[in-house]
């Protein structure tokens, strides 16, 4: 195993790059000129991850090479932490787990970089986008690579500043700023979880040390800590419930489930090479990972086990209705992006950690392709991000037409021949396979049943969104009523409600289905989420193709949306057995151990429905036929507009589109819960405290001295004689203790 | 009164010092609470002088001056001191009657808090 060193290398890449961007990439951009430089930098900033990813991937080849009982390598680079009896190295830990993510966020991390510095290259801030853009794939391979949970932490907290760092990116924009403020102070409340849940950890194993080696005390290493864990948990599930929900609580804000998912859909708001990458492909994954490496815990509590499904479950669907009501094309991919997150946890919820993983990795692969899509349409749209403003653009930008097909087709799950469709069908075949206990007595068959119902949806929103944006006979662009009135009405109020207004005058009676809104429904979006519109499209504009440096990025990750990769993981459950080998290890707990990490036993959850089910094909053929009813759904409402030929009132449907717009009122809700209402609240109790007890102890002060000092004053008459008496009595009282003392002492 | 007794000497300083001490607390002319110093100070030099006179010496102490000039000193000292106090004390007098054109100790009380 001599060359696993070379994982150091893996990690210092990334940083080594962060450096050159930070400290030199001015410079280099100043040196070569803007547009040299810029490629330069560029350059430099794609380099390193690419040499990451090549490193990584010959490490999994090694490690491949390796017997399955032996996949798992720690390595130690310097004492991090001691105190007392606790010990937290430095480590990295070399396991299929970890370099699965380690070659899904370098590999797609490099493709997007390089797609980026095409998306970015007018941007002035260039070498700061590189910077954060690097850093973040360091914290990120932190995050997966670290053998402890303290480490794990780091790299959940540097993906944390990335993110905010680069939703924020363009910060003169205030919502810009204000989005990312939301998702750091969202995560925050993820990350209270997830230390919560580390410190039960060290609590629960400081009063069980003698379970460790004596002097050994690694408690928050996965090596160490994760058997005696199993071993301990097994006798006290109440521990195992605790622990479980509140790193499921960090999980949930990291990726974005559902009481902490409104932090993602405003993520939109960084550039959307960013949005493909760490809103979408790697940081939002990260709560899959940590529950995959400390899945022990998992197993040993049904109750969170349910708890992880049921939340899944909804937010899949949740997230899937409120797809319906976006215009922007990235809110469409944000909110499906939670909703296949959703997937990924009712996954890990009925046991099949591995579906989750798999599920992580394909979507990686087509989502990041219909983000960085999107970002090709967007460029080539002059940063127009309206669906509404879309149509017909498969004239005009084919290539990105193309590809962000080949990703359509892959989410919605084409059987056999897309990524999508594998890692879906492992998890709704795990959700109806019901293997795993949870506190729901045991079924979570309906997991599997709603998470269909799911698969419609989405089939039915991608659907929407590739229609609205690549179908149709004309662009609405072009549409020259659409247009002037517009532009006439920018010209007139320039405010943000232009459109609003556009929609009065040019479709108040050519809007049968409600694609538009009303000025009314257009003025309560425009507060909620103001945009500043820089760019206005005039009819004879002609979106342009993207140039090379992004479109190979999207062929690149097409092909890998394909079903290629994806058949040859699922064959044989080769990527089952690669995260976790079969073992035949006690079926009653489905644990077994590997290099003392606890693994579950795949043939206990096996993911394969009983009865009717229980033949594959009639799975892939409910599968096909949910996905046909979203077809047709879509095709028929998006692409034909049938309600609207056959004269069919569509207004209660704009009512339910609106409020799918607006997340069914739940982003408002907590807003007004947490910021306005309840903020007003504690500030205001915070105030009363100050004013009324910390100034009142101050003030307090104040008044004893002063009210001592009027006693004390009392005694200053003015009187000379009165001093003289004072001064006397003093003397006499003076006389008479020397007198008395030096008496006593001859005595 | 034989003028050979330690404490009738005392006895005189005391009775001095006492009627000072009563003058100068109840007196409010600043000139007579002079004087009531001064028989103060000279009370207390009729003491230094009877403890210097009736000290009793032995052969050890017989030929060290300070046994019995120690005291007689301290007289020449008070008597030098009490004439400098009273140089700048009514100086200060001087002064306060012809900033306020009055003397009375219990209207100055400027430190009244």
Same mark, same amino acid.
């Given at each position: 195993m001599g060359n696993f060193e070379l994982i150091w290398w893996v990690l210092a890449l990334p940083v080594i790059g962060f450096l050159i961007q930070s400290l030199l990439g001015q410079r280099i951009v100043g040196l070569f000129g803007q547009t040299y430089g810029k490629k330069v930098a560029g350059t430099l900033a794609v380099l390193p991850i690419a040499a990451a990813f090549v490193l990584g991937a010959g490490l999994t080849l090694t490690l491949m090479d390796m017997p399955a009982t032996s996949r798992s390598v720690v390595m130690t680079l310097f004492d991090w932490i001691t105190v007392y009896s606790i010990s937290i190295p430095f480590e990295v830990v070399i396991d299929p787990l970890s370099m699965t993510m380690v070659l899904v966020v370098t590999g797609i991390g490099s493709l997007i970089h390089l797609y980026a510095t095409g998306y970015m290259a007018e941007e002035r801030d260039y070498t700061r986008f590189f910077t954060y853009l690097n850093l973040f794939i360091a914290a990120m391979l932190i995050l997966v690579l670290g053998n402890n949970l303290a480490m794990m932490f780091i790299g959940w907290e540097g993906v944390g500043l990335c993110s905010y760092l680069l939703i924020g990116f363009w910060y003169k924009d205030l919502a810009n700023a204000k989005a990312a403020n939301k998702a750091f102070i969202t995560n925050r409340v993820g990350d209270w979880g997830f230390m919560l849940g580390m410190f039960a950890i060290v609590a629960f194993l400081g009063t069980n040390a003698d379970r460790f080696p004596a002097g050994d005390g690694r408690y928050l290493s996965f090596d160490r800590m994760l058997p005696v864990l199993a071993s301990l948990l097994s006798e006290n599930p109440g521990i195992a419930t605790l622990i479980a929900l509140l790193l499921f609580v960090g999980a949930m804000g990291k990726s974005a489930q559902f009481p902490l998912y409104n932090w993602l859909p405003d993520a939109m708001a960084g550039p959307t090479p960013v949005s493909a990458l760490i809103h979408a492909a790697t940081m939002v994954t990260a709560g899959v990972v940590m529950v995959n490496r400390m899945h022990v815990v998992f197993e040993f509590s049904p109750v969170a086990s349910g708890v992880v499904a049921v939340v899944g479950t909804f937010t899949a669907l949740f997230a899937a209705l409120i797809a319906f009501g976006q215009t922007d094309i990235k809110k469409v991919l944000a909110y499906s992006t939670v909703s296949q997150l959703g997937y990924m946890f009712v996954a890990c919820g009925?046991?099949?950690?591995?579906?989750?993983?798999?599920?992580?990795?394909?979507?990686?692969?087509?989502?990041?392709?219909?983000?960085?899509?999107?970002?090709?349409?967007?460029?080539?749209?002059?940063?127009?991000?309206?669906?509404?403003?879309?149509?017909?653009?498969?004239?005009?930008?084919?290539?990105?037409?193309?590809?962000?097909?080949?990703?359509?087709?892959?989410?919605?799950?084409?059987?056999?021949?897309?990524?999508?469709?594998?890692?879906?069908?492992?998890?709704?075949?795990?959700?109806?396979?019901?293997?795993?206990?949870?506190?729901?007595?045991?079924?979570?068959?309906?997991?599997?049943?709603?998470?269909?119902?799911?698969?419609?949806?989405?089939?039915?929103?991608?659907?929407?969104?590739?229609?609205?944006?690549?179908?149709?006979?004309?662009?609405?662009?072009?549409?020259?009523?659409?247009?002037?009135?517009?532009?006439?009405?920018?010209?007139?109020?320039?405010?943000?409600?232009?459109?609003?207004?556009?929609?009065?005058?040019?479709?108040?009676?050519?809007?049968?289905?409600?694609?538009?809104?009303?000025?009314?429904?257009?003025?309560?979006?425009?507060?909620?989420?103001?945009?500043?519109?820089?760019?206005?499209?005039?009819?004879?504009?002609?979106p342009k193709e993207v140039p090379v440096s992004m479109w190979v990025p999207l062929a690149v990750?097409?092909?890998?949306?394909?079903?290629?990769?994806?058949?040859?993981?699922?064959?044989?459950?080769?990527?089952?057995?690669?995260?976790?080998?079969?073992?035949?290890?006690?079926?009653?707990?489905?644990?077994?151990?590997?290099?003392?990490?606890?693994?579950?036993?795949?043939?206990?959850?096996?993911?394969h429905p009983h009865g009717m089910l229980g033949n594959k094909m009639a799975l892939v053929g409910l599968s096909v036929a949910v996905m046909l009813i979203g077809l047709a759904y879509a095709w028929a409402v998006y692409g034909k507009r049938l309600p609207d030929k056959e004269g069919f009132d569509m207004s209660r449907w704009a009512k339910f589109r609106l409020w799918a717009m607006n997340q069914f009122g739940y982003d408002a809700f907590i807003l007004k819960l947490l910021v306005y209402e309840g903020g007003k609240t504690v500030g205001n109790a915070c105030a009363a405290l100050d004013q009324k007890l910390v100034d009142g102890i101050v003030n307090l002060t104040g008044a004893v001295a002063q009210g001592l000092g009027g006693l004390a004053r009392q005694a200053q008459t003015g009187y000379v004689r009165g001093y003289a008496l004072v001064m006397l009595m003093g003397g006499v009282a003076l006389l008479v203790y020397l007198v008395s003392a030096l008496s006593g002492g001859a005595r | 009164m034989t003028g050979n007794n330690l404490a009738d000497y005392l006895t005189l300083g005391l009775?001095?010092?006492?009627?000072? #001490?009563?003058?100068?607390?109840?007196?409010?002319?600043?000139? $007579?609470?002079? *004087?009531?110093?001064?028989?103060?100070?000279? %009370? !207390?030099?009729?003491?230094?002088?009877?403890?210097?006179?009736?000290?009793?010496?032995?052969?050890?102490?017989?030929?060290? #001056?300070?046994?019995?000039?120690?005291?007689?000193?301290?007289? $020449?000292?008070? *008597?030098?001191?009490?004439?400098?106090?009273? %140089? !700048?004390?009514?100086?200060?007098?001087?002064?306060?009657?012809?900033?306020?054109?009055?003397?009375?100790?219990?209207?100055?009380?400027?430190?009244?808090?």
């Open positions: 009925v046991g099949a950690y591995w579906a989750g993983m798999f599920h992580v990795v394909t979507h990686a692969f087509f989502k990041a392709l219909l983000f960085l899509g999107s970002g090709a349409v967007i460029h080539a749209m002059s940063h127009e991000q309206d669906m509404r403003w879309y149509g017909n653009l498969r004239k005009y930008i084919p290539i990105t037409t193309a590809t962000m097909t080949v990703g359509w087709l892959a989410i919605i799950g084409v059987p056999y021949l897309f990524a999508g469709f594998y890692s879906k069908e492992a998890i709704i075949a795990a959700a109806l396979g019901n293997h795993h206990a949870t506190f729901l007595g045991g079924s979570t068959e309906f997991t599997g049943w709603l998470l269909l119902v799911g698969a419609a949806l989405t089939t039915a929103y991608m659907t929407r969104m590739t229609l609205l944006t690549f179908g149709g006979a004309q662009g609405r662009w072009q549409q020259p009523e659409t247009y002037e009135a517009a532009h006439a009405d920018h010209h007139a109020h320039a405010d943000h409600g232009h459109r609003a207004h556009a929609h009065h005058h040019g479709h108040a009676h050519d809007d049968p289905h409600g694609f538009f809104y009303t000025d009314e429904e257009l003025a309560r979006r425009e507060a909620l989420e103001p945009h500043e519109h820089h760019h206005h499209l005039t009819p004879d504009y002609k990750l097409a092909l890998l949306s394909t079903g290629g990769t994806a058949y040859f993981m699922e064959h044989h459950h080769a990527f089952q057995h690669w995260l976790y080998p079969p073992f035949g290890g006690e079926h009653g707990t489905g644990l077994t151990m590997i290099k003392g990490h606890p693994v579950i036993d795949p043939e206990a959850i096996s993911g | 009775i001095m010092f006492s009627i000072g #001490a009563v003058g100068v607390i109840v007196r409010r002319n600043p000139i $007579v609470i002079f *004087m009531c110093i001064e028989l103060m100070l000279n %009370a !207390v030099n009729l003491t230094f002088l009877a403890f210097a006179r009736f000290t009793p010496t032995s052969a050890a102490l017989a030929d060290r #001056a300070e046994s019995f000039m120690s005291g007689q000193m301290m007289v $020449v000292f008070v *008597m030098a001191v009490a004439a400098a106090e009273v %140089a !700048v004390g009514l100086g200060i007098i001087m002064a306060i009657y012809r900033l306020r054109n009055e003397i009375d100790i219990d209207e100055m009380n400027l430190l009244k808090g």
